[in-house]
């Protein structure tokens, strides 16, 4: 837990990561800092190549940086062993992959419960809390499939029900919905705003614009550094706006339908999403 509330949830100083030997060798980041708060929902975006997953691994303890400090919540992690930087993962940080990992040989319901093994946690308390997120990802018939029965976005929905059944206070999400519909993109992007309205800190890598809308502060990287960050404050346009249907039932009904697969059959018509720009009106400030 952080000393006092003002100690950012993550602060880098100078980090460095660098691939390759001699001439080959390159800054994939380069003398980052960055200090990011408790409950802010950060959007890094930037060209391919720029250091944006580099950023996300590291901040994730998947990979480590040559050089500069890594805090977090406070405690430099830099000199953590491979197993203690695993436990912090798996108590802290949620992550979501764009290509989604899951286990063949499991089930659909033993692979999204899988990351409660590690807390300790019974069995049956385990596919419990994995059937009930699934529930919420409309793959609740899917619980007994093997991964390679569904389709590549129902794959992607049980990747991310995986990260969030632990949940973690940090979710970091690498283009969470490249692979996704439109429709499935909606609900995922709801569910991260759901859980940064709870308080979780938010750390989203895309290359799609309209998915910042989501974001409290936009990061652009290239060539391995900051290239801007922008904090941008959401001010509710009025009382009847803070009433944002948190009840996913209420949400899906403002979900524009995406065009049926072959796994997802026809749902009846549903109401037009309401345009976000009614709800709230945005301030854009440089930080
Ligand atoms: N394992 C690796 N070995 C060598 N170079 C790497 C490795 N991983 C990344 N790089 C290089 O580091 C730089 C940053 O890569 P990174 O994947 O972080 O960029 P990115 O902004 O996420 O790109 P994209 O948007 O295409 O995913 C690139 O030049 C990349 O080629």
């Known amino acids: 837990m952080p000393k006092n509330s003002t100690t950012p949830v993550i602060e880098l100083r100078a980090l460095t990561k660098r691939y390759g030997i001699g001439d080959a060798e390159h800054n994939a980041l380069d003398t980052v800092n960055l200090r990011i708060d408790r409950g802010e929902f950060i959007a890094i975006m930037g060209p391919s190549g720029c250091g944006k997953t580099t950023l996300l691994n590291v901040i994730g303890l998947l990979d480590r940086a040559d050089a500069g400090d890594y805090l977090l919540d406070g405690k430099p992690v830099d000199s953590l062993s491979s197993k203690q930087h ?18 063949n040989r499991l089930s659909v319901l033993e692979n999204v419960a899988l990351p409660l093994t590690y807390k300790g946690i019974g069995r049956t308390k385990r596919l419990e809390a994995a059937s009930a997120i699934l529930k919420t990802f409309h793959l609740g018939e899917r619980e007994y499939y093997m991964p390679w029965q ?4 129902q794959m992607q929905r049980v990747a991310i029900a995986r990260a969030l059944v632990n949940q973690p206070s940090i979710i970091l999400a690498d283009e969470p919905t490249g692979n996704l519909d439109s429709r499935s993109s909606h609900v995922i992007m709801e569910e991260l705003s759901d859980l940064h309205k709870r308080g979780n800190t938010i750390i989203m890598v895309t290359h799609n614009p309209s998915l910042t809308s989501y974001a409290s502060r936009v990061i652009k990287m290239l060539d391995g550094k900051i290239a801007s960050d922008i904090k941008i404050k959401v001010q509710l346009a009025d009382e009847e706006s803070v009433s944002i249907p948190l009840n996913r039932k209420a949400r899906e009904e403002q979900i524009v339908p995406a065009e049926p697969t072959q796994d997802d059959p026809p749902k009846k018509a549903t109401r037009k999403r309401k345009p976000r720009k009614s709800a709230t009106k945005k301030k854009v400030k440089a930080s």
Do not use: E, K, P, T
């Open 86 to 103: 695993a436990r912090i993962r798996s108590q802290q940080i949620g992550i979501v992959f764009q290509s989604f990992n899951l286990i």
């Open 150 to 153: 569904l389709s590549g976005g």
